[in-house]
Nanobody, 123 residues
Framework: QVQLVESGGGLVQSGGSLRLSCAAS????????MGWFRQAPGKERDFVAS????????KYADSVKGRFTISRDNAKNTVHLQMNSLKSEDTAVYYC????????????????WGQGTQVTVSS
């Protein structure tokens, strides 16, 4: 059983940056691909980014490509999402997820989820 805890969310102005972190415990972190998803009010949960087990491969949603960067530190059991040039449409609850299918954009392939962290971008 893997437990995931996100942190780093908050309120930021449009054009600003935030760095989200997700700390994992209770499992072998390096055996899981990791992903970030987000859910805005009244909308479905959407894929943001994913990273392979070793951290050598990444995948991004078109809406964040070039602005967001996913990374992981297997020695510290953490995954990060660096978010730059934030826009109001990035406002959402951001979720960290762990799964066995590498680089998947499909939420159903992730078996473990964090509680989410709120990101609010003011225009």
């Amino acid at each position: 059983q893997v437990q995931l805890v996100e942190s780093g969310g908050g309120l930021v102005q449009s054009g600003g940056s935030l760095r989200l972190s997700c700390a994992a415990s209770g499992g072998t972190f390096s055996s899981y691909a990791m992903g970030w998803f987000r859910q805005a009010p009244g909308k479905e949960r959407d894929f943001v980014a994913s990273i392979s087990r070793g951290g050598t491969s990444t995948k991004y949603a078109d809406s964040v490509k070039g602005r967001f960067t996913i990374s992981r530190d297997n020695a510290k059991n953490t995954v990060h999402l660096q978010m730059n040039s934030l826009k109001s449409e990035d406002t959402a609850v951001y979720y960290c997820a762990a799964g066995v299918a590498s680089l998947s954009f499909y939420s159903g392939t992730y078996g473990y989820w964090g509680q989410g962290t709120q990101v609010t971008v003011s225009s």
